[in-house]
Antibody, heavy 122, light 108 residues
């Protein structure tokens, strides 16, 4: 069974940092591009970042570019999101999601993890 | 950026009836559109990709249609588990993916 399990969320002060992890199982992790998507409380979904399977290419939403960094460790089947200079508006549930197909980016996501909550507040 | 506008924001329908949700793109996106279902407290679940292809395990009562800028998701006979929030997402704008604001489907 394909599974994604996020961890690392919590309460952090504005300007602080946090690193999220997403542990993958049930598929050949290195074959797939991986993504982070977030959802602010009571709001809709916002794509955050994408990383290719080979870790060759990284993409970010304008709202996080320069502050967030996506990476992966294919030997540990784990995706990461390093979040720096956090702002109140970064408060959200952060989901990791796999690209639907192995290989090149496809742009739609399946499956999704259950998410981890990040709260930025003083 | 491609803006997706979903309508209505909330749709009230009785179980067993048909529901049609709309998604309009601010520019041409061909059929590069997906639909997701999100139940309360759960992660989104892929329903449709390529505007009209059902994902594995999705019941046949779910169907997607449209191309260009106008899209719709139809649920032919609503079951209790279908009452949820639905999001459309475009992937035509390469690696600048965007989602609609969602339509809440509630029991009438």
């Amino acid at each position: 069974e394909v599974q994604l399990l996020e961890s690392g969320g919590g309460l952090v002060q504005p300007g602080g940092s946090l690193r999220l992890s997403c542990a993958a199982s049930g598929f050949t992790f290195s074959d797939y591009a991986m993504n982070w998507v977030r959802q602010a409380p009571g709001r809709g979904l916002e794509w955050v970042s994408t990383l290719s399977g080979s870790e060759g290419s990284r993409y970010y939403a304008d709202s996080v570019r320069g502050r967030f960094s996506i990476s992966r460790d294919n030997s540990k089947n784990t995706l990461y999101l390093q979040m720096n200079s956090l702002r109140a508006e970064d408060t959200a549930v952060y989901y990791c999601a796999r690209d639907f197909k192995a290989g090149d980016y496809v742009g739609w996501f399946d499956p999704w993890g259950q998410g981890t909550l990040v709260t930025v507040s003083s | 950026e491609v803006v997706l506008t979903q309508s209505p924001a909330t749709l009230s329908v009785s179980p067993g009836e048909r529901a049609t949700l709309s998604c309009r793109a601010s520019q041409f996106i061909s059929t590069n559109l997906a639909w997701y279902q999100q139940r309360p407290g759960q992660a989104p679940r892929l329903l449709i990709y390529g505007a009209s292809t059902r994902a594995t395990g999705v019941p046949a009562r779910f169907s997607g249609s449209g191309s260009g800028t106008e899209f719709s998701l139809t649920i032919s006979s609503l079951q209790s588990e279908d009452f949820a929030v639905y999001y459309c997402q475009q992937y035509n704008n390469w690696l600048l993916y965007t989602f609609g604001q969602g339509t809440k489907l509630e029991i009438k």
